[in-house]
């Protein structure tokens, strides 16, 4: 069975829709700086976005390990347990950074500004899932889900900036 990573790479089209508006480049896994998980478990950068931030793979196995989001400004958390829950995630809701309060309100208001600029964003996201092999879960099933990962599961997965020894804030408010 193909790794769900290379068909990202072979279909240009849904790595085109992770890229943007998922913000999320398989050609981008270096941190740039030393970090570690609290409970010694490994870490491995496998892709990352723009502004410098960085998905990570926690603990030993294959894209079925939970993913750790670590931003540029020292703020980190666990949004997903394996690959292919992380990519429904940003393919139902690209803007979830913005989601402090997890709801569907709030994710509309968000998606109505990238809908502005990106009218064929539901067929895009639909095509690129369809070639992907995943199935799409409601937007508010996938914030739900950002919610109970990253302030239930997420507490156990704890980033630290190595050379100083401190923790990286949480990325949401719980």
């Not at 790794?3 to 849904?14: F, G, H, K, M």
């Not at 270096?30 to 410098?52: K, M």
């Not at 992380?86 to 979830?96: G, H, I, K």
Request: aromatic share 10%; proline share 5%; glycine share 12%.
């Amino acid at each position: 069975m193909k790794s769900l990573i290379t068909a990202v790479r072979d279909q240009d089209e849904a790595a085109r829709f992770l890229a943007w508006p998922g913000d999320f480049d398989l050609d981008r896994g270096n941190h740039g700086e030393e970090v570690h998980l609290a409970s010694g478990a490994a870490l491995e950068g496998f892709a990352g976005d723009g502004a410098g931030g960085t998905f990570f793979f926690c603990g030993e196995g294959g894209e079925d390990r939970p993913v750790l989001y670590a931003d540029s400004e020292g703020r980190a958390a666990l949004i997903a347990v394996g690959l292919p829950e992380l990519l429904q995630l940003l393919l139902v809701a690209p803007w979830w950074r913005d989601c402090q309060t997890f709801t569907v309100e709030e994710s509309r208001k968000l998606a109505a500004e990238y809908m502005e600029h990106m009218p064929d964003l539901v067929a895009r996201r639909d095509h690129a899932a369809a070639t992907l092999g995943l199935a799409l879960p409601a937007e508010g099933d996938a914030l739900t889900r950002l919610r109970d990962v990253a302030l239930g599961t997420g507490k156990d997965f704890v980033l630290i900036f190595t050379p100083e020894g401190e923790p990286y804030e949480p990325l949401f408010e719980g």
